[in-house]
């Protein structure tokens, strides 16, 4: 990733494509202002004189549910970048009296919404949404919707150019709209940053830690980042039931672990998502009755759909040490409360990769994890 001087350079000279505007969905709020304090504060350091970048907008509701989007502000030539966030369950929105929580359905709804009070008038629609909507239906078994795919190309129809995504559960998912922009982000270098930031005496080589991938799913990132760091892999995959189906899935019946001892080491596991957490708990449990020292978990979108009193318990008992997540979601106050869990920040990444799009110019132009990471692991072994 680029130093902010570099930044400041690129707003400096005033190469982008069209003016830029970012437009925040309902339920983006925090992320938003995050990304628009970065490329804000880049560009006046380039010497604009830049208040803000974001858009006024807003979704209100009627009191039947009815609901509509508005833009408060001329949009004509710009170009757009809309921050969603599919995750976010704690949107609220009155209908006949009742309070009512927004799903991933109405978060979809309402950024169609602002995409038709555009008018078509904008240079060009890009579309940042870290957690993908429908994603975790990817592919299909027996008669199954297929709403990821049906999603992205309803978006492509309606004009837009580019989807900006992080750690899609399938990323094969773009196969379904081939002409249109896809990036499928992994926020690795972020990661480790703060892995290495929260505890510094963490010795990331073959000796002394290991990479577990969670099952054959998650192989790629995992694979990732041993390769990045050096060290071994391991996997567990899951022996499913398949004569019944419980929430929607085969039941687990075991995880079965391949992979050489993990005795005496520090454990990172990589995963897309912790909803209930059942998984990673039981392989939290099953890597200490190996004998692994400090088990660290990480999940892009941490949403513990069954609370975290399952996590205070492993924390108690000394199965997990930390668990990271990104502020790529919604997380809860009393998540973020939680001693062991530790945020990712990752809207300077998202600011960076808004600023290399509105500039046309090759995303590995601004950011080359690769070099970060090798300066980060230098830096982390040089002060050992």
Request: proline share 4%.
């Amino acid at each position: 990733m680029v130093q902010a001087n570099n930044a400041k350079d690129i707003m400096a000279a005033q190469s982008n494509v069209a003016e830029l505007g970012l437009i925040i969905a309902p339920g983006a709020t925090e992320q938003g202002k995050l990304i628009d304090a970065h490329l804000t504060s880049w560009a006046n350091e380039g010497g604009q004189n830049v208040e803000s970048f974001i858009v006024p907008s807003e979704c209100p509701r009627f009191s039947s549910g009815d609901g509509k989007g508005m833009i408060k502000k001329t949009i004509r030539g710009d170009d757009l970048y809309i921050i969603t966030d599919m995750g976010n369950y704690n949107c609220k929105y009155n209908m006949f009296g009742h309070e009512n929580y927004m799903s991933p359905d109405d978060h979809f709804q309402d950024l169609k919404r602002l995409i038709q009070a555009a008018s078509g008038k904008a240079h060009r629609i890009n579309i940042i949404m870290p957690m993908l909507y429908g994603s975790r239906q990817h592919r299909r078994s027996y008669r199954e919707s297929l709403d990821c795919a049906f999603a992205l190309q309803e978006l492509q129809n309606m004009g837009v150019s580019n989807i900006i995504t992080f750690d899609a559960h399938d990323p094969r998912v773009q196969n379904a709209v081939p002409l249109m922009g896809f990036d499928n982000v992994m926020p690795t270098y972020q990661v480790l940053k703060a892995m290495l930031r929260d505890f510094p005496d963490l010795q990331p080589d073959r000796d002394n830690f290991m990479v577990i991938s969670p099952d054959e799913g998650a192989m790629n990132r995992n694979m990732y980042y041993a390769s990045v760091l050096g060290v071994n892999l391991g996997m567990f995959y899951k022996r499913r039931d398949y004569s019944r189906i419980v929430n929607g899935r085969n039941p687990i019946v075991a995880h079965e672990y391949l992979g050489e001892s993990v005795e005496g080491k520090d454990v990172f596991i990589a995963d897309d998502i912790i909803s209930s957490g059942e998984s990673m708990l039981d392989i939290g449990y099953e890597l200490k009755r190996r004998g692994a020292r400090r088990i660290f978990a990480y999940a892009t979108y941490g949403i513990f759909t069954n609370g975290l009193e399952s996590f205070d318990k492993a924390v108690e008992e000394g199965i997990i040490t930390g668990v990271f997540g990104t502020n790529l979601t919604y997380r809860s106050p009393e998540l973020l409360a939680r001693p062991w869990f530790h945020e990712v920040d990752v809207s300077k990444y998202i600011a960076y990769f808004i600023l290399a799009l509105n500039n046309d110019m090759s995303v590995s132009a601004i950011i080359d994890p690769h070099i970060k990471i090798k300066q980060l692991l230098d830096a982390h072994r040089n002060n050992k």
